[in-house]
């Protein structure tokens, strides 16, 4: 058999989409056969199992936020350790987004799959047991790697078995799942925090791991292995390691000593060079000339970027606005904060299905300028904003961003090959991953221009609302940005069609 086609498990054929299971479909859609005879059909059952198992990354993420005072106190850590256990685990993701998806090509992206879950359900459980933070370090990077694989293979894996017409609709619906891991994540770490010991969060995983590993074995009956025979680019691994390094511990860790800043610099020229040695490279872990060649496809990827560049730092900033400004409780900036990953989570699937009936390109681009709304809406919130103000800007950013993301993911990986699908679906998450950081970043450097070495106090309440203005100003006209790559990737289409 030819090293791009998909391998059979079981005496199951490949093709386009081959999983035979019990349960009924979830949607009617074209008949195609194998060579067995049978019709493949798209469990809820699966489409439950690739929903739960992208839930896992996002919902950690933010639940051990919420757990990092209790995990302090307990490991003895300082405030400039335990933001490196945010740190590591995002740096293990913008690698292993990548990374994963092409050992997915290599060894297959069932069994990539199969076997990040089973990674982070047991690390995840090894970490309730560790009483030494640079053990739980070491297992919270190791614990990244595992959730890039799963999402970098599920994202590949739902385009594969989804039929044409229904894409928009099974993506929308596995990426709600990112959604609400991140509305729920600081619930329930918030919750456990306060009735018991943090560990159970980690302890708790394990039983939905092993269900989501079992369900997956049993009903993803095809494997996808295009790049099988050829090797991995271990020297590209190794400089994108030491660039993404520097990247996230620049970025991520400025907050907690100054001088890490400047090891982005050198992050991005490794960057530079990693891009240089795949365009050359036999065997490239991301080839670079082929997605060159891929029309709309590198318009997708920055999209990605700045829409998340744009929007996941808002976050961090509106929680300081009610907090610092408005006088809210935690709890009450809580509630408002989940608004927003609610609409997003209720939006997604509807974005996904705008994306089949409208176009995905279309879809995506309209996303974006609600986004740009809800940012515009945010600059002009003061000291005495109108409550409804305030969750009226959360709930127009949050449908933005929930029915971008799908309509996006369609419309760029729907122009992949199938040989290169896994590497772009990681790429996808390295791209959303860096512009999150970015984000960060860049309200971080605002807020230190306008405030210098201020509290959060009465006295700064001013400065403050100078610097977030200026921030969402700043990030309102780099969405602008996306918009205008969107419309683009519109007309070139439209002019294409033509």
Not at 76 to 90: D, F, K, Q, R
Not at 132 to 161: D, K, N
Not at 239 to 268: D, H, R, Y
Not at 474 to 497: E, F, K, P, Y
């Amino acid at each position: 058999m030819a090293a791009g086609s998909g391998r059979a498990i079981d005496g199951i054929a490949p093709a386009g989409l081959e999983i035979f299971v019990m349960g009924g479909p979830i949607m009617p859609h074209e008949p195609r056969c194998s060579s067995s005879g049978q019709s493949p059909v798209f469990s809820r059952t699966l489409l439950g199992a690739l929903w739960t198992g992208n839930l896992f990354a996002p919902f950690l993420m933010s639940a051990v936020a919420a757990l990092l005072p209790a995990l302090g106190r307990d490991l003895g850590a300082s405030a400039v350790e335990l933001s490196l256990i945010i740190v590591v685990y995002t740096l293990a993701q913008a690698v292993f987004n990548l990374v994963g998806g092409r050992l997915g090509d290599l060894w297959g992206r069932r069994r990539m799959l199969l076997a990040g879950v089973l990674l982070f359900t047991a690390v995840t459980a090894a970490i309730g047991t560790v009483s030494y933070l640079p053990v739980l370090l070491g297992l919270r990077f190791v614990q990244g790697a595992g959730a890039a694989l799963i999402s970098s293979c599920t994202m590949a894996i739902a385009m594969s078995l989804a039929p044409a017409s229904r894409r928009g609709r099974i993506m929308g619906m596995v990426t709600s799942a990112v959604y609400l891991g991140l509305s729920a994540g600081p619930v329930a770490g918030g919750a456990i925090a306060a009735r018991g010991d943090w560990r159970w969060l980690f302890w708790s995983m394990v039983v939905p791991g092993l269900a989501v590993w079992l369900v997956l074995r049993r009903f993803i009956r095809t494997e996808w292995r295009h790049a099988r025979g050829e090797s991995l680019d271990v020297p590209g691994c190794l400089i994108l390691l030491a660039g993404l390094s520097g990247i996230a511990l620049g970025a991520g860790g400025m907050g907690m000593e100054a001088w890490l800043v400047w090891l982005a610099l050198p992050g991005l020229c490794l960057l530079g060079l990693f891009v240089w040695w795949e365009s050359r490279a036999r065997v490239p872990l991301l080839d670079v000339r082929a997605f060159r060649a891929m029309k709309g496809v590198g318009a997708g990827m920055a999209a990605m970027f700045v829409n998340y560049g744009s929007t996941m730092g808002l976050v961090f900033l509106f929680s300081l606005y009610l907090q610092h400004v408005r006088g809210f409780s935690p709890y009450t900036a809580g509630l408002m904060l989940v608004v927003q990953s609610l609409a997003q989570m209720l939006s997604s699937p509807l974005g996904g299905r705008l994306a089949d009936n409208l176009g995905a390109e279309r879809v995506s681009a309209g996303a974006m300028a609600l986004c740009g709304a809800g940012i515009l809406v945010m600059a002009f919130l003061g000291k005495d904003s109108p409550p409804a103000v305030l969750i009226a800007s959360q709930v127009v950013l949050g449908v933005g961003i929930g029915c971008f993301s799908a309509p996006n993911v369609v419309a760029t990986l729907g122009r992949v090959p199938p040989r290169h699908l896994a590497v772009a679906s990681g790429l996808i998450g390295s791209m959303r991953t860096l512009g999150g950081l970015f984000s960060q970043v860049f309200i971080t450097l605002v807020l230190g221009h306008y405030m210098g070495e201020a509290g959060l106090d009465a006295d700064s309440v001013d400065s403050f609302l100078t610097a977030m203005r200026v921030s969402l100003v700043g990030l309102g006209l780099l969405n602008l940005g996306g918009i205008l790559i969107g419309v683009s990737r519109v007309r070139s289409d439209a002019g294409s069609a033509a």
